[in-house]
């Protein structure tokens, strides 16, 4: 972590941690440094700007001649079946493929499933619909709490509020618990 | 916290140009703002203390004691003791990592502070909300924890309604009081240290956490985060929300998904630089549990379907269903919060 300004971190190194790919020691080290360094502030701010813009633009659309380029060689490396160009039977290619063995068998297997289920008694569904879902009411108030405390004037009782409305929702993941 | 300190350089610049604005006319307010300014500054001196919390919700009133060790940049460890002295919860952050034990529980969570800095807004950008939506005046001296404080009340420029008065130590410019007001210019919270040392001595502090053996440990699955609303709707694959209508100097900031038993709830933050609006889209087939003590939550309707409305110290609380199940939660009257929630559309 040497560079410019005497002992500022590289650019590398705060490209890193605007994308969060810093170790957590580092991370704690560049924060500290951000603290007391306007320069490196001002270029953490210039690269989530960056990050901003480029999450903003839209998504150039492919070249018309890159597309067709990419399709020719798609189409060489995988040619079309032979059944798809051969017409044997006198049926169309797209009607014998709909009734060749390889789809007609997965088809009965999930027409006899989808049978089965919708012939249960009780659809899972319903039984969903007559027992809604409980969300903690700490689960909405720590997520707004962890939001406040982000603001400069915090107001004192999201940050002294009880603790458990200060852990994220996702920490009532019972998968969670070790 | 990281953020406050952070942000200061942004602040002083932006402060000569926000003087030649609208915003802070006269010098008492420059001098207020200059102060709050350094009150918002990380300390750069260790200290310790005890503390009393009175919160009110609705018309109950908690209070409680802590004793508080800060060491700069972002280190803590509050220790909330009940009435009988005894602890009943730690919460200890290095910084980056935080855990908070419940010793009647014996359990302990650990989880990552929000990092400002990915905020979608800028903090030059939120400082001129602030500014634009409040202002600041010098409100005389007081002493605090046996310290020399300058008192700076938090204006709103929309009502005129005073919303925070903050005593500021003199020399070292720590918030040594905080006291917040409600909608009805009632006295919400007040937060006082009852005795701090300024500076301390941090030989020997630690900001660890180590479980004790036999705790329950519960592990936050993830950090919170920052995105657009688009990319929150669609991570949560629910239609995109907008309020039609949203109290004078809110905007919108950002939003992020809350995962609870494998469904998603989406969080939309709105603010004003002071305080937080928060709506929740919740998933289908789902329910607002009320589960903290206190006055029952009262029944009122929202575009002409039943809703709940509960008072927290956070502010009031407002549940609804039309189509789905929504929260806004914000310290905003019933009737704005029932004016920004007829207004959603998708």
Same mark, same amino acid.
């Given at each position: 972590?040497?560079?410019?300004?005497?002992?500022?971190?590289?650019?590398?190194?705060?490209?890193?941690?605007?994308?969060?790919?810093?170790?957590?020691?580092?991370?704690?080290?560049?924060?500290?440094?951000?603290?007391?360094?306007? /320069?490196?502030?001002?270029?953490?701010?210039?690269?989530?700007?960056?990050?901003?813009?480029? !999450?903003?633009?839209?998504?150039?659309? =492919?070249?018309?001649?890159?597309?067709?380029?990419?399709?020719? =060689?798609?189409?060489?490396?995988?040619?079309?079946?032979?059944?798809?160009?051969?017409?044997?039977?006198?049926?169309?290619?797209? /009607?014998?493929?709909?009734?060749?063995?390889?789809?007609?068998?997965?088809?009965?297997?999930?027409?006899?499933?989808?049978?089965?289920?919708?012939?249960?008694?009780?659809?899972?569904?319903?039984?969903?619909?007559?027992?809604?879902?409980?969300?903690? =009411?700490?689960?909405?108030?720590?997520?707004?709490? !962890?939001?406040?405390?982000?603001?400069?004037?915090?107001?004192?009782?999201?940050?002294?509020?009880?603790?458990?409305?200060?852990?994220?929702?996702?920490? =009532?993941?019972?998968?969670? /618990?070790? | 916290?990281?953020?406050?300190?952070?942000?200061?350089?942004?602040?002083?610049?932006?402060?000569?140009?926000?003087?030649?604005?609208?915003?802070?006319?006269?010098?008492?307010?420059?001098?207020?703002?200059?102060?709050?300014?350094?009150?918002?500054?990380?300390?750069?001196?260790?200290? +310790? %203390?005890?503390?009393?919390?009175?919160?009110?919700?609705?018309?109950?009133?908690?209070?409680?004691?802590?004793?508080?060790?800060?060491?700069?940049?972002?280190?803590?460890? &509050?220790?909330?003791?009940?009435?009988? %002295?005894?602890?009943?919860?730690?919460?200890?952050?290095?910084?980056?990592?935080?855990? *908070?034990?419940?010793?009647?529980?014996?359990?302990?969570?650990?989880?990552?502070?929000?990092?400002?800095?990915?905020?979608?807004?800028?903090?030059?950008?939120?400082?001129?909300?602030?500014?634009?939506?409040?202002?600041?005046?010098? *409100?005389?001296?007081?002493?605090?924890?046996?310290?020399?404080?300058?008192?700076?009340?938090?204006?709103?420029?929309?009502?005129?309604?005073?919303?925070?008065?903050?005593?500021?130590?003199?020399?070292?410019?720590?918030?040594?009081?905080?006291?917040?007001? $409600?909608?009805?210019?009632?006295?919400?919270?007040?937060?006082?240290?009852?005795?701090?040392?300024?500076?301390?001595? #941090?030989?020997?502090?630690?900001?660890?956490?180590?479980?004790?053996?036999?705790?329950?440990?519960?592990? +936050?699955?993830?950090?919170?985060?920052?995105?657009?609303?688009?990319?929150?709707?669609?991570?949560? $694959?629910?239609?995109?929300?907008?309020? $039609?209508?949203?109290?004078?100097?809110?905007?919108?900031?950002?939003?992020?998904?809350?995962?609870?038993?494998?469904?998603?709830?989406?969080?939309?933050?709105?603010?004003? $630089?002071?305080?937080?609006?928060?709506?929740?889209?919740?998933?289908?087939?789902?329910?607002?549990?009320?589960?903290?003590?206190?006055? *029952?939550?009262?029944?009122?309707?929202? #575009?002409?379907?039943?809703?709940?409305?509960?008072?927290?110290?956070?502010?009031?609380?407002?549940?609804?269903?039309? %189509?789905?199940?929504?929260?806004?939660?914000? &310290?905003?009257?019933?009737?704005?919060?029932?004016?920004? *929630?007829?207004?959603?559309?998708?």
């Amino acid at each position: 972590m040497s560079g410019r300004n005497g002992g500022c971190p590289l650019p590398e190194a705060w490209s890193a941690y605007v994308d969060r790919e810093t170790a957590p020691g580092e991370s704690l080290a560049l924060r500290a440094h951000l603290e007391s360094c306007p /320069v490196c502030r001002l270029e953490v701010r210039a690269i989530q700007a960056g990050r901003k813009a480029l !999450r903003a633009a839209p998504v150039p659309a =492919m070249p018309d001649d890159l597309r067709r380029t990419l399709e020719g =060689m798609a189409a060489r490396r995988y040619p079309a079946p032979p059944a798809a160009s051969a017409a044997p039977w006198g049926l169309p290619a797209w /009607v014998r493929f709909l009734l060749s063995p390889a789809v007609l068998a997965p088809a009965a297997a999930s027409a006899l499933l989808a049978a089965l289920w919708l012939g249960r008694r009780e659809p899972p569904r319903l039984e969903l619909a007559a027992e809604p879902v409980e969300l903690p =009411m700490e689960l909405v108030v720590s997520a707004h709490n !962890r939001y406040a405390l982000t603001l400069p004037l915090a107001p004192a009782d999201e940050l002294f509020s009880e603790p458990s409305a200060q852990l994220a929702g996702g920490s =009532m993941e019972a998968g969670d /618990v070790h | 916290m990281s953020t406050k300190g952070s942000l200061l350089a942004l602040f002083a610049l932006w402060l000569p140009a926000a003087g030649a604005s609208a915003a802070p006319e006269t010098r008492s307010e420059k001098r207020a703002l200059e102060l709050l300014k350094d009150s918002l500054e990380v300390p750069i001196t260790p200290y +310790e %203390g005890e503390m009393r919390v009175v919160t009110r919700d609705g018309g109950t009133e908690r209070s409680k004691e802590l004793s508080v060790r800060f060491f700069p940049p972002a280190s803590f460890r &509050r220790v909330v003791v009940d009435p009988l %002295g005894v602890p009943a919860w730690t919460i200890v952050s290095d910084g980056r990592t935080q855990w *908070a034990f419940d010793h009647r529980r014996r359990t302990a969570w650990r989880s990552e502070p929000a990092d400002p800095d990915f905020k979608l807004m800028d903090p030059e950008e939120e400082y001129r909300l602030m500014a634009d939506n409040y202002s600041f005046r010098l *409100a005389g001296t007081r002493e605090v924890a046996d310290r020399e404080c300058t008192v700076v009340e938090v204006v709103s420029r929309d009502t005129g309604r005073l919303v925070q008065a903050l005593a500021v130590d003199d020399e070292y410019g720590v918030v040594l009081e905080r006291r917040t007001f $409600g909608p009805d210019g009632q006295a919400a919270s007040e937060q006082r240290f009852v005795r701090i040392d300024l500076p301390a001595d #941090a030989e020997g502090w630690d900001f660890s956490f180590k479980p004790p053996p036999g705790a329950k440990v519960v592990l +936050e699955p993830r950090q919170a985060d920052f995105l657009p609303a688009e990319d929150a709707s669609e991570e949560a $694959g629910t239609a995109l929300l907008e309020p $039609g209508w949203l109290p004078p100097g809110y905007v919108f900031e950002s939003a992020d998904l809350v995962p609870y038993r494998g469904l998603n709830l989406l969080h939309y933050r709105y603010t004003d $630089g002071v305080d937080v609006l928060s709506l929740f889209q919740c998933p289908p087939d789902t329910r607002l549990a009320f589960g903290r003590p206190g006055p *029952a939550p009262r029944r009122l309707t929202v #575009a002409g379907k039943p809703a709940r409305l509960a008072l927290l110290s956070e502010g009031k609380l407002l549940e609804w269903g039309v %189509g789905g199940r929504f929260v806004l939660l914000g &310290r905003l009257g019933p009737e704005v919060l029932r004016k920004v *929630a007829e207004s959603l559309r998708e």
